[in-house]
């Protein structure tokens, strides 16, 4: 597994545009990402995870108090290759519409693409970059499901067939976390399908799996990696924030 992380060419998004609503006051100031679990940030733990697996182009999508982002990256991570994009209508759009503006920066590779508000084990990671899935997403199988998560179904053969918060619980073999491989060829296709959704003003509010959906109904193929057991959250609340804090500082 070494060997194959060392030599991947694969480049991460992380989206981190956002306001962190949920979770004010405490990003009333400060951007979720650069709100610390013990000792170190959210974002210094992601990029500390893609440096150790040797991913080094990252590109950052970003609006709510950017500059403080662009700050520390540079600050922190001097060696990183970062490109930063905004998202000028952060306010008003979501993350369909924050993925589609990376096109430029990731047309021409592969890449995985990061929520800027998910912890989680190095170990993800590393067994989505080694999957021999072309496209996959990370899921936790073992997990309450409710009206808030992303919830998947997939066939007999592992293959998504829906992703989206409106599927019903009891169908779904579990959450998707946020973290996602995507191929070149199927990047080309899906950034098609985000220009295309981002036309109609009603799709500015759609989440980037409502891409995916509508490239699985033309049949492009993803896959699930199953991450059940290893240590990770989504930070929408405080207490998601407790919840992080008491899984990844003890």
């Known amino acids: 597994m070494k060997d194959q992380i060392k030599k991947t060419k694969i480049k991460a998004i992380i989206l981190a545009a956002g306001v962190g609503s949920r979770i004010r006051p405490l990003t009333d100031n400060c951007p979720k990402s650069l709100l610390k679990i013990g000792d170190h940030t959210i974002l210094e733990m992601m990029v500390s995870h893609l440096q150790s697996c040797g991913i080094n182009d990252v590109v950052f999508v970003l609006g709510y108090l950017q500059d403080q982002i662009k700050n520390y990256v540079k600050s922190n991570f001097p060696d990183l290759n970062a490109q930063f994009v905004t998202n000028e209508r952060y306010e008003v759009t979501n993350t369909g519409y924050s993925l589609m503006l990376t096109e430029p920066f990731v047309k021409d590779c592969d890449f995985i693409k990061f929520d800027a508000d998910v912890v989680f084990d190095q170990e993800i990671l590393r067994k989505l970059i080694v999957s021999d899935y072309s ?36 169908d779904a073999i579990g959450e998707s976390i946020g973290i996602e491989k995507i191929s070149k060829a199927t990047g080309k296709l899906l950034f098609t399908e985000l220009k295309l959704m981002m036309n109609d003003p009603d799709n500015h509010q759609a989440y980037y799996e409502a891409a995916y959906e509508r490239l699985i109904e033309k049949n492009v193929i993803f896959n699930t990696l199953d991450i059940t057991g290893l240590k990770w959250t989504e930070i929408d609340t405080q207490a998601d924030f407790s919840l992080a804090k008491s899984i990844f500082c003890n």
């Open 135 to 170: 496209n996959c997403l990370c899921i936790d199988k073992d997990i309450n499901l409710d009206a808030e998560e992303i919830k998947v179904i997939v066939d007999e053969q592992n293959k998504v067939l829906k992703a989206s918060k409106e599927v019903a619980p009891q």
